[in-house]
């Protein structure tokens, strides 16, 4: 079964982004004890304030039009849906530098202690994302997927670099904040030059007229998909406010590097596979072929390739983020073990997460994160107000693992009822 899988067009691809991706990851992953002892628990915090924001803006930087970039059948229309994102993210960019300073003048009593002169950088993080992912998303279409992993790993090297060298400064805080930063201009400039360096050549054949056309045809992604994605950010990126609002430093700092450590591999490994089956299902939808057996080969894959990993993680966890990173870091260790469960259900999920997109149920999928953020919400809130930081992360992952099994069921359910019926993306 698995030389079979192994043996496809689809597998082929995958396993580039993945070695891509996981070249990215094992430079990360080999930085992070590094990192561990040139900062200390509160820089992560004010890191994790950063880059939350950050992820928050970004997450709407292109108007999530850049997820529409595969589906046109014409090179035109999709050449134009990138135009278009490019120019949406230039925008945001500006609106927000206009917030920062706004908040940076005008927020007096509320204005956070861990607010300094390298927030500013948040709306040059804002472009360079949403430029990225656009260019992503093209590459994705013409099945560059050499270029993708390219661009990962020259963020995870640009990233890792200049954060230790920071680190060894002792610049603190700002060494994770411009490490960053520096990393996604890399990864912006890796996916984007081959195209703009000749920029005229490349959107010739794209007009103005064809670029609103194509923002009206595809406009569910920005009246539906946004605000969806946008509520996705905040729950996954916000908990860093409540946790500072709520409990010490330390505490916003061991779960910000927690998810820093297991996120990062998990979204960036399901993100290949979700780039891959996107373009994959998209092209099975309009061809009017049944969508169930691609569903269910994509559970299983993501189930085989997690499962032996997430085991001995949450069988270890503690012990191996004391020893790898440091005893100051055990804590973040326990906090990853209580959020396994949920991470390794979200692995399986979130690849068939853009049947959504595919089966034009955008509406409903925003509903179902409207539920996941308000148990999110309930548990920080419940946890703070009894002080107690374990009691919020269990209810988090309890409540969460449930709502992943509910997509398991609901996921394929679309992919039984979508299957032979025209694409219905308005």
């Known amino acids: 079964m698995i030389k079979k899988y192994l043996s496809s067009e689809f597998a082929k691809n995958v396993i580039t982004l993945v070695t891509g991706t996981g070249i990215a990851q094992a430079i990360a992953f080999l930085a992070a004890p590094v990192l561990s002892r040139f900062y200390e628990p509160e820089d992560f915090t004010v890191f994790a ?19 529409a ?3 046109p059948k014409e090179e035109k229309d999709a050449k134009s849906i990138l135009r278009l994102s ?8 500006m609106v927000t530098l206009f917030g920062v300073a706004l908040y940076d003048f005008f927020g007096g009593k509320y204005k956070s202690d861990h607010f300094t002169f390298w927030f500013y950088l948040i709306p040059i993080s804002v472009f360079a994302t949403g430029a990225y992912n656009a260019f992503n998303y093209w590459s994705t279409r013409i099945k560059t997927f050499r270029m993708n992993s390219a661009g990962r790993i020259a963020m995870a090297i640009v990233t890792a670099s200049i954060s230790i060298l920071l680190g060894y400064l002792s610049f603190g805080a ?6 960053l930063v520096a990393g996604q201009i890399m990864a912006m400039l890796v996916l984007s030059f081959p195209y703009l360096k000749n920029r005229k050549a490349f959107f010739a054949g794209t007009t103005h007229e064809n670029v609103k056309t194509q923002a009206k045809i595809h406009k569910s992604f920005f009246r539906v998909n946004s605000p969806h994605a946008l509520l996705d950010s905040i729950q996954d990126n916000g908990v860093v406010y409540l946790l500072s609002y709520f409990f010490v430093d330390a505490v916003t700092g061991w779960y910000s590097f927690a998810f820093r450590i297991l996120k990062a591999p998990v979204g960036l490994i399901g993100s290949a596979f979700y780039q891959v089956f996107y373009q994959k299902l998209s092209n099975a939808k309009n061809e009017g072929a049944d969508l169930r057996p691609l569903v269910r080969s994509m559970y299983l894959r993501m189930f085989l390739i997690g ?10 966890t503690p012990e191996l983020f004391s020893f790898i990173f440091g005893a100051k870091w055990h804590e973040a260790g326990v906090i990853a073990r209580i ?11 979130s690849p068939v997460s853009c049947i959504t997109l595919v089966c034009n149920r ?28 374990i009691l ?35």
């Open 86 to 93: 490019l120019l949406i993210s230039l925008i945001v960019a």
């Open 339 to 349: 959020l396994i469960p949920w991470l390794f259900l979200n692995f399986i999920v």
């Open 49 to 67: 304030l950063f880059s939350s924001t950050a992820a928050i803006a970004s997450v709407v930087a292109t108007a999530r039009y850049e997820l």
């Open 69 to 71: 970039i595969p589906l």
């Open 307 to 316: 499962f032996p990993g997430f085991l001995v993680l949450f069988l270890f």
């Open 362 to 389: 955008q509406p409903q999928a925003f509903l179902f994160t409207i539920g996941d953020s308000m148990v999110r919400l309930a548990a920080l809130i419940i946890g703070g107000l009894r002080h107690d930081y």
């Open 174 to 179: 700002t060494g994770l904040i411009v490490g």
């Open 392 to 426: 919020s992360f269990t209810i988090i992952s309890a409540f969460c693992s449930s709502l992943m099994i509910f997509a398991l069921w609901w996921y394929y359910s679309l992919a039984k009822r979508n299957s032979n019926i025209p694409n219905g993306i308005q």
